[in-house]
């Protein structure tokens, strides 16, 4: 299974992005999927994540009612549609896969996941 992820960049605070994770290979629609970001000199930590078939979908407070996650009907591509971007958004975005579901309190660990995209910078100015 790979994960390609796209979409980063550079905005404006206020502004919007929209990231896109392609999973190709063994990937199923009922696997759970996740985005997650990095900053510098930070831990890893959970953005959101879409459930098995995109049937629930989970936020970090932190992004609640800016940040939407979305699967594609044939379930192997997430987006994650992000507006009113803050400076404190800026990381690198990776998005990941479970191989099979494994409860949603697993969504919010990066060890909850099996596979990982390569990331793409997301820098949000002030």
């Known amino acids: 299974v790979q994960l390609q992820a796209s979409g980063g960049g550079l905005v404006q605070a206020g502004g919007s992005l929209r990231l896109s994770c392609v999973a190709s290979?063994?990937?199923?629609?009922?696997?759970?999927m996740g985005w997650f970001r990095q900053a510098p000199g930070k831990e890893r930590e959970f953005v959101a994540a879409?459930?098995?078939?995109?049937?629930?979908?989970f936020y970090a407070d932190s992004v609640k009612g800016r940040f939407t996650i979305r699967r594609d009907d044939a379930g192997n591509t997430v987006y994650l549609q992000m507006n009113s971007l803050k400076p404190e958004d800026t990381a690198v975005y990776y998005c990941?896969?479970?191989?099979?579901?494994?409860?949603?309190?697993?969504?919010?660990?990066?060890?909850?996941?099996?596979?990982w995209g390569q990331g793409t910078q997301v820098t949000v100015s002030k």
């Open positions: 290979g063994r990937i199923f629609s009922s696997s759970p």
């Open positions: 990941a896969a479970q191989r099979t579901p494994s409860g949603s309190d697993s969504y919010y660990r990066p060890a909850g996941y099996d596979y």
């Open positions: 879409s459930s098995w078939a995109g049937s629930r979908t």
